[in-house]
């Protein structure tokens, strides 16, 4: 089970780190992706993390502003994002899969775990 946390409303330019909790198995073997969903927007991809390398991927309208790690002992992936803009206002869910490889990582398909979500609103 995936828990996402961490959202809630900043200022334009300011940061969130969003959390994503893994309960009942070690994301040790898995692929932890982020997406998010806005207003009557398709979800999209956002960065993930292949846990057993710390291989990373970023959108390119992220990049330079989001950073995606994991924290072995809390079994825990992290969203670092700074310089937020409004239009990263959206919500930002988890998911895993050990399935993922490099071709599908930013492709929802390929993720069958997926977290609750966490509202993430930049005013401007």
């Known amino acids: 089970q995936l828990q996402a946390y961490g959202g809630g409303l900043v200022q334009a330019g300011g940061s969130l780190r969003l959390s994503c909790v893994a309960s009942?198995?070690?994301?040790?073997?898995?692929?932890v992706g982020w997406f998010r969903q806005a207003p009557g927007k398709e979800r999209e991809f956002v960065a993930a993390i292949r846990w057993s390398t710390s291989f990373t991927s970023r959108d390119a309208t992220v990049k330079g502003r989001f950073t995606c790690s994991r924290d072995n002992d809390k079994n825990t992936v992290y969203l670092q994002m700074n310089s937020l803009k409004p239009e990263d206002t959206a919500v930002y869910y988890c998911?895993?899969?050990?399935?993922?490889?490099?071709?599908?990582?930013?492709?929802?398909?390929?993720?069958?775990?997926w977290g609750q979500g966490t509202q993430v609103t930049v005013s401007s």
């Open positions: 009942g198995d070690t994301l040790r073997s898995y692929v």
């Open positions: 998911a895993a899969d050990r399935g993922v490889i490099h071709s599908t990582i930013d492709d929802s398909r390929a993720y069958n775990y």
